[in-house]
């Protein structure tokens, strides 16, 4: 489950063009727009599955309340391994919100790793701080399982 990742010197920011739907997670800020693309040229990658709602607590403090009719359910949701084992919603939050108050136990979703996702951060530090992040968070499972032993 545990991996540790490797900084790729080579790492370049994912350019945002005008009319990119972007997604900030703290630090992080990642193109949906260009995520969204990657996934649709390549079916054969990325799974679709269906993951429980109530497994996906909204923390989206923005939610346009007036939008949620117009969301359509049926479309996949993004959901990024932020931290190891822990994904969160990086596009879909009001089609999550829509399902939880319709009462449907399960949307479709495209599960991405960060060997997936870190392509779509929008800044080198950004990236930097990722990697960090998550090596940390590494650190801190592995400190807790000693503790346990």
């Known amino acids: 489950m545990t991996r540790k990742l490797k900084i790729d010197r080579r790492f370049t920011a994912c350019?945002?063009?005008?009319?990119?739907e972007l997604y900030p997670n703290g630090n992080f800020v990642f193109n949906i727009s260009k995520m969204t693309e990657y996934i649709q040229e390549n079916p054969d990658n990325?799974?679709?599955?269906?993951?429980?709602?109530?497994?996906?607590?909204?923390?989206?403090?923005?939610?346009?309340?007036?939008?949620l009719p117009?969301?359509?359910?049926?479309?996949?949701?993004?959901?990024?391994?932020?931290?190891?084992?822990?994904?969160?919603?990086i596009d879909g939050n009001h089609r999550m919100e829509k399902a939880r108050k319709e009462g449907v136990e399960r949307i479709s979703a495209y599960k991405l790793s960060p060997e997936v996702h870190?392509?779509?951060l929008t800044t080198e530090?950004?990236?930097w701080a990722y990697i960090e992040y998550w090596n940390g968070k590494l650190k801190e499972i592995a400190?807790?399982?000693r503790s346990r032993l």
């Open 15 to 20: 350019p945002i063009e005008d009319g990119d």
């Open 143 to 145: 400190k807790l399982e």
């Open 125 to 127: 530090e950004g990236y």
């Open 118 to 120: 870190l392509k779509f």
């Open 46 to 67: 990325i799974i679709c599955e269906d993951v429980l709602v109530k497994d996906y607590i909204s923390s989206f403090s923005k939610l346009n309340e007036s939008h």
């Open 70 to 89: 117009t969301v359509d359910v049926s479309k996949p949701v993004i959901l990024a391994e932020i931290a190891p084992g822990r994904f969160n919603v």
